[in-house]
């Protein structure tokens, strides 16, 4: 077992990789009662091409990862939520575009809550009846978030940016791909990428790193798992430009939706410079559009925007993108007033005192985040999956400059590559 210490954040974790390939890592927090536990595999909606090893390339239904997620609660012995309740535990698990992650909280029975983490999600049932009377249940799910204004709007903007690259392509997928989707696809797509070698388990909490590193040996022990290769993913060359400029959609909303978004063209950035680039474009766009900047208090006064008016940014090796807006009177003159103060801030460069006043709230927010197992368990697992290390972020936080700021915003906002997705009223 490795020791990583963290004296900039008063910080140490545990890690040790299994002989299977299982990397854990253990955060003990002295003090705390409440225990939390991811465990993940780096497999989410946008892998739905891939080889292991020196294997063809298999194409799978888009929505697979997600339902393979479903899927996996499914035990022959019964419901596995009500196994860990009976625990005292609360289990969840969620799919995103690059990930999928099982996890508890619990303050009680944490032994037993990791034994049956570890074995529900290493222990696939999947028959021909329980696939088929899924379908039905996700077809249900994605009928419902078509009538959900603020998922429409946010995935109506991805479609709208991206051509080919499957980031556009709804997590849950569609109606169609998801008809497509039998067990032995699951199985296939199961033991790709639930490989223990592909997967990782976090715990923080009130532990023992020693007794806890034992408990997953021998747990680990119990299973056989056959060596596998290297995962390749493949995508399609993704044109440059955006693949419409603009996308509507007409729902019964009291008020419209726009949000207005930056797509980047690069070649696959190295773990630090994605990790710096990616703090640098967050911390620039919190000082030119947060709560506290001109630009939101001048549009918050003209009652273009609410509390519900945001901004993020999304990066991987394969994507890059930014999101501007929330709920607005007036969508295209939101547009317009943002596209003019942007313009004012790229020529003029941001406020100096703004810029550091809001890198010294990231910083603050960022050990404030250390003091949430929750927090921590899901964003160390997100870097960690990136190459990155969460605890590592204070220092390049701290060495990140006004000028390094200035030439990111004016790399980012290029009115060539954004698009415009609007939810607008029905009438």
Known sequence: METLAYPGVQETLYREVMPNGLEVVVLPKEGFSKTYATFATRYGSIDNRFAVGNGAPITVPDGIAHFLEHKMFEEPTGDIFATFASQGASANAFTSFDRTVYLFSATEQIDANLETLLDFVQNPYFTDENVEKE???????????????????????IDALYHVHPIHIDIAGTAESIRQIDKETLYSCYETFYHPSNMFLFIVGGVKPLHVMELIRNNQARKSFEPQGPISRFFDPEPASVKLPRKTAVLPVSLPKCLIGFKENREPLQPDVLLRTELLTKLMLDSLLGSSSP????????????????????????????????????????????REAIDKACASGLNAQSFERTKKKKIGGYLRMLNSPEAIAGEYTRYRFRGADLFKLLPIYESLTLAEANKRMREHFDWGRMSVSIVAKEG
């Open 135 to 157: 379908k039905g249940i996700i077809e249900q799910e994605i009928n419902m978030y078509r009538d959900n204004a603020d998922w429409r709007v946010y995935f109506g903007l």
């Open 295 to 338: 630009i939101y208090h001048e549009l918050y006064d003209d009652n273009l925007i609410s509390d519900s008016f945001g901004h993020e940014f999304n990066s991987s090796e394969d994507y890059a993108f930014s999101v501007i807006g929330g709920e607005t009177r007036d969508p295209d003159l939101l547009a317009a007033r943002l």
